[in-house]
């Protein structure tokens, strides 16, 4: 045991180094002080020892992270936890424990941590730690199909599966390599280990992505910016004034690169032709999320604005000359964007104080169309959820509250408010500008945003969806927006209830009785189709011809492809019958499909491929299939009759 305890440092090594060396050392050790233990018998000796170590290690990472107000995701923070959390599920699994990953974590608050710093309630971090280990369960079902899939090809008796699957594995289905080989060895492929180093590899290859996509982001520059001064934001004292007189410095064309690197938003109608830098301006800039503003500048129109360094560009749709020039911002649109940015500060807000303080922010958009906001949550969000959202962010909105404008240097910022400040994105210069609405929702923003929350009059949460494992988007309506939404849903309603002749609240259950009646009535057209051609093909009428034993029966038939598929069956199912059916559509640019009941004398005397070839010509097309059954369209439904004709000359009839 000392020898083993002395060892043990060592022992403790990620998954990758190569193990079975140290194992090795240890059993020769052990052997010359006279303990025969082999080193199968060692690792299953000290394997659950190490598990039983780690679990309350792993807990303790695992509880201080969800603490401060993380939730597990597959990216970034949140797959760290994430992949913690399942390693626990795992080693509980292989010691056989019964108790359940979020009773783990209560223990550990109770008795390992002082939880009374943390943002997280205790029963916050029970509830993400119970849905936690439920979604490893449907992992390891899912996971299982995926694996199989991932291996196919690869022998069963392999040792190493693939580096690229294992990453693929990981990245795609969110498996530690760890876990994809051990559903691996459960699932046949009983000799595949992760390789010796793996584990390096991918964690070298992980931070190459993170670079390469952080280099992605970082715009290269498209305007001369250095021979522009920083230009006078002066949308920023004042957010209600629209005109303005300013001195344009300087105008040129766009080329066709920097209109093809501006990725304009499909807000933007036209699109501009130059671009535009005056000393000072009352035109936003896109940032922030929020869309750049639109208007006029002399005689020409501002299509969109951006901002490089410190200089404002106007992308305007003509030339200005150099000189004094006043400007307008076509304020419909600007105060439709404000009170859009306004709301999702106020959603944020009203989200986090009704769900707990792991709601973050980690993207918005504000359009003058709608808004977005993702939010990290671990769960679907219900509609219910969504609307107490929706209501307290609308009391939020009646209670009137002061916007506080304020702007002051970073570091007292981050001593005021912390870390929460920073959900838009992270600052980029020296002074903050702080967006305060009363207790609800404090953030460094440079957006534009009403002076009291009550201009935005109403909002509506209209629907969310998941952008990924744990970021809900809610798609959000404020102001005018809001109440257009409103009338669009009526009007959606009242034509709908016209159609129906239905009053609007009846056309739930209208609509559900019309889609039954549409379902029942498909089902017995299908069959009176099946019985016209079962009365056409049995009363010996111009459908079908019996000659040596063999039913012909050759017809144009009304109807699509399943119809005729329909018809086909009934005609060719019956063995005593042997039956040989062509029936061409005009339907679709003409369709042909020929079938001859299988395992008959029919079956031996036709070939339906043979026959298809030979009067496709007729409709312009062509087709194949097997010797009982050939299917073929083209483009002249016309030549149907002709087809058929022709298929009755061959045959002899
Ligand atoms: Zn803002």
């Avoid at 090809?153 to 080989?181: H, Q, Y």
């Avoid at 869309?291 to 749709?317: F, N």
């Avoid at 002076?451 to 798609?475: A, H, N, P």
């Avoid at 038939?557 to 199912?573: C, H, P």
């Amino acid at each position: 045991m000392g020898e083993l305890s002395r060892l043990a440092g060592i022992l403790n090594i990620d998954v990758g180094t190569d193990v079975d060396a140290l194992f090795l050392k240890l059993s020769d050790r052990l052997q010359e002080t006279g303990l025969e233990v082999s080193v199968d018998d060692l690792k299953r000796l000290t394997e659950p020892l190490s598990s039983i170590y780690a679990i309350p290690d792993h807990m303790h990472a695992i509880c201080n992270m969800l603490g401060d107000g993380l939730i597990p995701s597959n990216s970034k923070a949140g797959y760290l936890v994430r992949m913690l959390a399942r390693r626990v599920c795992r080693m509980k699994e292989e010691l056989a424990l019964e108790v359940s990953l979020s009773e783990l974590g209560r223990h550990h608050i109770e008795h390992h941590l002082e939880f009374s710093n943390f943002t997280q309630s205790k029963e916050g971090v029970m509830k993400i730690l119970e849905l936690e280990e439920r979604k490893y369960h449907e992992m390891l079902r899912k996971g299982e199909a995926a694996v199989k899939t991932a291996l196919r090809g690869v022998p069963i008796e392999s040792t190493e599966a693939p580096d690229e699957t294992l990453f693929r594995l990981s990245e795609e289905r969110g498996l530690s390599p760890e876990m994809a080989i051990s559903i691996a060895n459960l699932a046949g492929w009983t000799e595949l280990s992760v390789r010796v180093g793996f584990a390096a590899d991918m964690a070298s290859r992980n931070a190459e992505r993170t670079k390469a996509a952080s280099k992605e982001k970082t715009q290269s520059m498209l305007f001369p910016s250095e021979e522009f001064p920083s230009t006078s934001m002066d949308y920023y004292s004042d957010t209600s004034r629209t005109s303005f007189e300013a001195k344009v410095l300087g105008c040129a064309n766009l080329s066709g690169n920097q209109l093809s690197s501006l990725n304009l938003s499909s807000e933007v109608d036209n699109p501009p032709t130059h671009y535009v830098v005056l000393d000072r301006t009352l035109f936003y800039p896109e940032g922030g999320g929020q869309l750049g503003d639109q208007g006029s500048l002399g005689g020409v129109s501002v299509c969109d604005t951006r901002i490089e360094k410190e200089t404002i560009y106007h992308l305007t749709d003509g030339p200005v000359p150099i000189g004094d020039i006043s400007g307008r911002v076509n304020w419909e649109r600007r105060r439709q964007l404000m009170d859009h940015h306004t709301a999702v500060h106020i959603v944020g807000g009203s989200a986090r104080e009704l769900l707990g303080p792991h709601i973050w922010q980690a993207g918005s958009n504000k359009g003058a169309r709608y808004a977005r906001i993702d939010l990290t949550h671990f769960s679907r969000l219900s509609r219910d959820e969504l609307n107490l959202i929706e209501d307290h962010a609308n009391d939020i909105i009646a209670s009137n509250t002061l916007v506080e404008k304020t702007e002051i240097p970073r570091a007292e910022a981050d001593e005021l408010f912390g870390f929460e400040l920073y959900q838009g994105g992270p600052p980029k210069s020296s002074h903050i500008r702080v967006i305060r609405i009363g207790d609800h929702d404090v953030q460094a923003c440079g957006g534009t945003h009403h002076d009291k929350v009550g201009e935005i009059g109403e909002l509506r949460i209209i629907r969310s969806s998941q952008v990924q494992d744990g970021v809900e988007r809610l798609q959000i309506v404020a102001g005018e927006t809001a109440r257009e939404h409103a009338r669009e849903q009526e009007r959606l309603l009242r034509e709908s209830s016209e159609v129906l002749g239905v009053s609007s609240e009846d056309l739930p259950a209208a609509v559900n009785r019309f889609f039954e009646e549409w379902k029942s009535q498909q089902k017995r057209i299908e069959s009176l189709e099946a019985e016209i051609v079962r009365l056409r093909t049995s009363g010996g009428d111009d459908g079908a011809v019996e000659r040596d034993g063999i039913r012909y029966a050759i017809m144009e038939v009304d109807g699509g492809i399943k119809a005729l598929m329909s018809m086909l069956g009934e005609l060719t199912r019956d063995p005593s019958k042997p039956t040989l059916a062509v029936l061409g559509t005009k339907d679709g640019g003409g369709k042909i499909i020929i079938a001859i009941t299988e395992g008959t004398k029919a079956a031996e005397a036709h070939n339906a491929v043979e026959i298809l070839n030979s009067i496709s010509t007729h409709i312009d097309g062509g087709g194949g299939g097997s010797p009982t059954m050939a299917q073929g369209g083209g483009s002249n439904p016309d030549g149907i009759p002709a087809a058929l004709e022709a298929a009755r000359q061959i045959l002899g009839l």
